[in-house]
């Protein structure tokens, strides 16, 4: 949190430039750092966001949620240069890339903001799965003055992140959560 609250939330190829402890999962960023979006830039040159924090890589993390935080970003985000929506989780080898004005109506937001995405067919989980995880790319970085707060899942998370002396507003939100 301290270079997210110093620097804002920085492109995986940003970020790379200064010391952080990342909560991104290793193999999938294998598949992320070698994708082009079509008629733009690398994926890796965008910092991404979640349209549902609610989502399978949340899932992944639960064991960490005495120390993590969801970020609230301003819908003024989409308001920036150049922004780039993933129909699903980028790294998937079934996203299609959309500039914002056609990218929002492509939304399936039924699935994207489902809250389960299992299926008892595993191909239909898989897509279910991927589409939860539909993204907002911002090239390079989203600047502090856009993050507009915090949800944490318990009162140690809460501590942990009031530690910090944040000037973001955090509220206790365990449903977000696993």
Not at 46 to 67: G, I, V
Not at 84 to 108: C, H, M, P
Request: net charge positive; with cysteine.
């Amino acid at each position: 949190m301290p270079s997210i609250l110093r620097y804002g939330i920085l492109s995986h190829r940003q970020a790379d430039k200064i010391g952080h402890a990342s909560v991104a999962m290793q193999e999938v960023q294998e598949r992320r750092k070698n994708k082009q979006i079509p008629g733009a830039r690398p994926l890796h040159d965008y910092a991404n966001l979640y349209f549902d924090a609610h989502n399978p890589m949340l899932s992944k993390r639960r064991s960490q949620n005495d120390e993590i935080c969801v970020l609230r970003v301003s819908p003024d985000v989409l308001d920036l240069p150049d922004v780039i929506i993933a129909d699903r989780n980028a790294a998937s080898q079934w996203v299609r890339f959309y500039k914002l004005s056609e990218g929002l109506t492509r939304l399936d937001r039924n699935m994207v903001f489902a809250h389960y995405w299992t299926h008892q067919d595993q191909f239909q989980a898989w897509e279910r799965k991927s589409i939860k995880c539909a993204e907002v790319l911002v090239p390079d970085k989203i600047e502090p003055r856009l993050i507009i707060g915090t949800y944490v899942a318990n009162q140690m998370a809460l501590a942990c992140f009031q530690a910090l002396k944040a000037s973001l507003p955090v509220t206790v939100k365990l449903d977000i959560f696993f």
